[in-house]
């Protein structure tokens, strides 16, 4: 069983950064592919970003790339979502998951508690 703890969301001005961060625990977190996924009001989740196990592999949506990069450190078992330029519709709550190299929720079986990130216009 992993679980995982995300930080960092807050609330930023557009055009700002934040940089979340999901700890991994339990099971083999380590050879897990892990991803960023996002929730907005009335809206359903989407993918925005993942790393494979190594960490040699990234993918992001479209509606974030150049903005956001995702990273992990192996050594401390927690990924990290790097976010710029961040616009009002970025806010959501951002949920960190484990599981295969993906963008398909479904193939994602750990799932964090989420973390709130409000962009202000």
């Known amino acids: 069983q992993v679980q995982l703890v995300e930080s960092g969301g807050g609330l930023v001005q557009a055009g700002g950064s934040l940089r979340l961060s999901c700890a991994a625990s339990?099971?083999?977190?380590?050879?897990?592919?892990m991803a960023w996924f996002r929730q907005a009001p009335g809206k359903e989740r989407e993918f925005v970003s993942a790393?494979?196990?190594?960490?040699?592999?990234?993918r992001y949506a479209d509606s974030v790339k150049g903005r956001f990069t995702i990273s992990r450190d192996s050594a401390k078992n927690t990924v990290y979502l790097q976010m710029n330029s961040l616009k009002p519709e970025d806010t959501a709550v951002y949920y960190c998951?484990?599981?295969?190299?993906?963008?398909?929720?479904?193939?994602?079986?750990?799932w964090g508690q989420g973390t709130q990130v409000t962009v202000s216009s």
């Open positions: 339990g099971g083999a977190s380590s050879t897990y592919a």
């Open positions: 998951a484990s599981g295969d190299y993906t963008e398909v929720a479904g193939r994602y079986a750990y």
């Open positions: 790393v494979n196990y190594s960490g040699g592999f990234t």
